[in-house]
T-cell receptor
């Protein structure tokens, strides 16, 4: 399977714990996006990378959230000191082969569902 | 105000009906527009791009009105399999983030 993969698919944690999600994009894609989605809402933009550079981060994100893409391939999203309001589906998507402009077509992974108790 | 706004629905229509969804965007500099479809408990997938001249893909027609900052999606002869959430998506520029609306839920009944 050469699509976007995310791990873990489900995570249940207690409030105050740290969690980390991993995303492996489609290998030839140089853009990688993180979104958060709650029930009845569309995906909410969190951050995105072009290669290893983090180009934009949502102002909605607190300092508890950090994302990295150290080698321009896989990415991690870490949430520190989780709160119940962090419970959501965290979606990763990739797009755009190197040298191509961003067409707006995103290829999503199946998401990582976080439940904070 | 949200950058991309949609009527959340739900729209509940009989099979064979024609249904239309609307979406407005606030940033006049927005460059590219799309409709995505999201099935229950699945990830979003691109349905179609939206071009200034309007475009059609089978039973689906998308329209863009830049002056009014308005995008629409028309589904003709709706099928049970069209039941899903339809997300309006805006790209401000090739170097910017991609913004999703909150989605419009469509349910087709037999």
């Amino acid at each position: 399977d050469t699509g976007v993969s995310q791990d873990p698919r489900h995570k249940i944690t207690k409030r105050g714990q740290n969690v980390t999600f991993r995303c492996d994009p489609i290998s030839e894609h140089n853009r990688l996006y993180w979104y958060r989605q709650t029930l009845g809402q569309g995906p909410e933009f969190l951050t995105y990378f072009q290669n290893e550079a983090q180009l934009e981060k949502s102002r909605l994100l607190s300092d508890r959230f950090s994302a990295e893409r150290p080698k321009g391939s896989f990415s991690t999203l870490e949430i520190q000191r989780t709160e119940q309001g962090d419970s959501a589906m965290y979606l990763c998507a990739s797009s755009a082969k190197a040298g191509e402009s961003n067409t707006g077509e995103l290829f999503f992974g199946e998401g990582s569902r976080l439940t904070v108790l | 105000r949200k950058e991309v706004e949609q009527d959340p629905g739900p729209f509940n229509v009989p099979e064979g009906a024609t249904v239309a969804f609307n979406c407005t965007y606030s940033n006049s500099a927005s460059q590219s527009f799309f409709w995505y479809r999201q099935d229950c408990r699945k990830e979003p997938k691109l349905l179609m791009s939206v071009y200034s001249s309007g475009n059609e893909d089978g039973r689906f027609t998308a329209q863009l009105n830049r002056a009014s900052q308005y995008i629409s999606l028309l589904i003709r002869d709706s099928k049970l399999s069209d039941s899903a959430t339809y997300l309006c998506v805006v790209l401000r520029s090739s170097a910017s983030k991609i913004i999703f609306g909150s989605g419009t839920r469509l349910s087709i009944r037999p």
